[in-house]
């Protein structure tokens, strides 16, 4: 009696949280159709009317059209180069188990605690001496290295939770281990490559310090930048909320679509992968 009244307590919490964000989400697009003085008179207002040009001055004025080209581009490329690393190395330290794959292992593990502030000194010199600064490629590059340690030791528990038995059938019909590992094993471990892609996908999406810092031309930042240099010009030109919050709209907008569409399979796929 007492796990359950526990239990049912822990599921109203949850159900809370859900229901206050989706409230912030429904707010902030409400807000985004709203003008300046209605949003300060009456915050929490409906909009009447509608000022559907405050998304049209968002996307036009505020750059977010460029940037959100920019930000699908260098997401994609750095989350698909990532995984197409991370798995190889994944499956070597799932199915060799011996000290030295085991400590490489835990270095992965050790290098999600590294904060990225310590590491943007040390790559912003290093970029600016191959010319890599300001450029898709630099801001690519840096992507990818950031997402090993989470993408590596994530595969790591798809591939340990695959039998062996498979591998073995591929051998004895004359395949070599290559060719079993790309015909056999990553087509069983599909969902754990499409989930590591997706949660590399959402990080690069949403970063914004390494992408302020190594870009610095109008024309190839992303979209979190965009949305910074929109604020600060409007501290000068005086601040339009509704753009702003029709600014941080077109950003959500991607993300919440995908988990939408998707949220259910990343959730599944990083429990089984922890799991494993």
Same mark, same amino acid.
């Given at each position: 009696?007492?796990? @359950?009244? /526990?239990?049912? +307590? ?6 809370? =949280? #859900? *229901?206050?964000? $989706? &409230?912030?989400? !429904? ?39 460029? @940037?959100? /080209?920019?930000? +699908? ?6 989350? =698909? #180069? *990532?995984?197409? $690393? &991370?798995?190889? !190395? ?41 010319? /890599? ?144």
């Amino acid at each position: 009696m007492k796990r @359950a009244r /526990l239990f049912r +307590v822990g599921h109203g919490i949850v159900w809370l =949280l #859900v *229901a206050a964000d $989706l &409230a912030l989400l !429904a707010w902030i697009f409400v807000t985004s159709l709203r003008d300046t003085q209605s949003i300060f008179s009456e915050p929490f207002g409906l909009p009447v009317p509608p000022q559907g040009g405050n998304w049209a001055k968002a996307w036009a004025e505020g750059g977010f059209g460029t @940037a959100a /080209l920019n930000s +699908v581009m260098v997401a994609a490329l750095s989350s =698909l #180069v *990532a995984v197409a $690393l &991370a798995a190889p !190395a994944a499956y070597a330290l799932a199915r060799r188990r011996t000290r030295t794959s085991n400590a490489l292992t835990m270095t992965f593990a050790l290098g999600l605690g590294v904060p990225g502030q310590v590491l943007l000194v040390p790559l912003f010199v290093g970029l600016a001496a191959v010319e /890599l600064t300001d450029s898709f490629i630099g801001l690519t590059v840096v992507y990818i290295g950031l997402a090993m340690p989470f993408t590596v030791y994530l595969l790591t528990g798809f591939f340990a939770g695959i039998p062996v038995v498979l591998e073995e059938a591929a051998a004895i019909d004359g395949a070599s281990g290559l060719r079993a590992f790309v015909r056999v094993v990553l087509p069983v471990a599909r969902g754990g490559l499409i989930t590591a892609f997706l949660l590399q996908f959402i990080g690069a999406w949403n970063e914004t310090l390494f992408a302020i810092a190594l870009m610095t031309s109008d024309e190839k930042i992303t979209l979190p930048v965009a949305l910074v240099n929109f604020v600060g010009l409007q501290q000068y030109a005086g601040r339009d909320w509704g753009t702003m919050f029709a600014g941080i709209c077109i950003i959500l907008a991607p993300m919440v679509a995908l988990f939408s569409w998707l949220g259910t399979r990343i959730i599944q796929g990083m429990t089984v992968g922890i799991g494993k």
